[in-house]
């Protein structure tokens, strides 16, 4: 198990650095970001002198060691377009866009596995053929016209939720939170469930499929055989070996729901990462993008080692054979 550990997290090291130098290399080749910050009247000595004071007159691998060193601190610098320091910007959008992931993720979990289950269940069944045509809606349909029409049905002709904004938020420490309000949750509603939309769907499809296979299995038709009720077959034993491919599919999920809320973002105007990653394409503010993309690589390396160390409780045998110890 300590090897698996050491494996993995020298994987994700070894990722966080290729993400590292992807990032990097936006200073270098994403235009000069002196020009953005003195502008196109400034003198030649001007430009050089600024391009020693942030250290850009150096070699290639000095100023990549440079930005290692800096980013395992936080350290990102200042924001090109802003002026302020980037690490302070993404500590201010942090909460809204990871509050908008996390209730789009129990949303689609909440609600796609027990559907799954069900559609599986009662396959022959008209009400079960019925949620699996309407999960294709959900997962063909593009975010942005979700959004669009649960804006124009639920804010403008209905008037139950706002169509912008995060609402009214309290300070927890140096977290600031919209959960706690009931203000705040009329806001996240319409965001968090398009956000869910397409997870929901997928989580749905998916669990149908892999439990239909894993009733047809042998070890399903000998515990029916042994006289188990279907309560225990049904969720003491397919249930429980379907969540070994679930867990992988929505652990990636929520790494995305994260990195790609950027359209219900800007759908909604949700003051997260996602607007801001989008003001900084447009300025364009490298030392964002650079901070945005090693954050979004670390919360991915992240989820995917608490999945693998979670199929051990799902699914017993991998704790025998699957993190390469023998007992």
């Known amino acids: 198990m300590l090897s698996f550990i050491l494996r993995r997290l020298a994987q994700a090291v070894l990722v966080m650095l290729v993400v590292g130098m992807g990032a990097f290399s936006l200073f270098r080749y994403v235009g000069d970001p002196v020009v953005n ?11 050089a002198q600024l391009h020693a004071d942030l250290g850009l007159d150096r070699p290639a691998p000095v100023q990549f060691a440079r930005f290692v060193g800096r980013a395992l601190t936080g350290d990102f610098g200042l924001s090109l377009r802003q002026g302020r320091e980037v690490s ?5 959008r942090l909460p809204a866009t990871f509050e908008l992931a996390t209730v789009a993720a129990l949303v689609a979990t909440l609600a796609g596995i027990p559907l799954g289950v069900y559609a599986a269940l009662r396959r022959r069944h008209w009400d079960a053929r ?3 045509a309407a999960s294709l809606l959900g997962v063909s349909l593009p975010g942005f ?4 029409v649960l804006i124009e049905v639920f804010s403008v002709k209905l008037g139950w939720f706002p169509s912008y904004g995060r609402g009214t938020t309290v300070q927890v420490g140096a977290w600031s939170t919209g959960l706690l309000t009931a203000d705040g949750w009329r806001h ?3 965001p968090a469930f398009t956000l869910a939309v397409y ?3 997928l989580l749905m499809r998916l669990v149908r499929a892999e439990m239909l296979e894993v009733l047809r299995s042998d070890y399903v038709k000998f515990a029916r055989a042994r006289g188990l009720p279907d309560r225990v077959v049904h969720f003491g034993h397919a249930l429980r070996n379907t969540l070994v491919p679930v867990l992988t599919i929505s652990g990636l999920q929520l790494g995305g729901l994260i990195a790609f809320s950027i359209v219900t973002e800007t759908v909604f105007s949700w003051p997260g990462m996602g607007s801001l990653f989008i003001q900084a394409v447009q300025f364009p503010d490298v030392p964002v993008m650079a901070a945005y993309l090693c954050l979004i690589a670390l ?6 080692l608490a999945v693998d160390l979670l199929y051990a409780v799902v699914d017993p045998r991998l704790r025998v054979h699957g993190f390469g110890g023998h007992r």
């Open 188 to 190: 996240i509603a319409l």
């Open 299 to 304: 919360v991915f390396v992240t989820i995917n």
């Open 88 to 92: 302070v910007l993404i500590a201010e």
């Open 37 to 47: 910050m003195v502008g196109q009247d400034a003198s030649a000595a001007q430009r």
């Open 145 to 148: 016209l979700i959004g669009i």
């Open 130 to 132: 019925l949620t699996m």
């Open 199 to 201: 997870q929901l769907t």
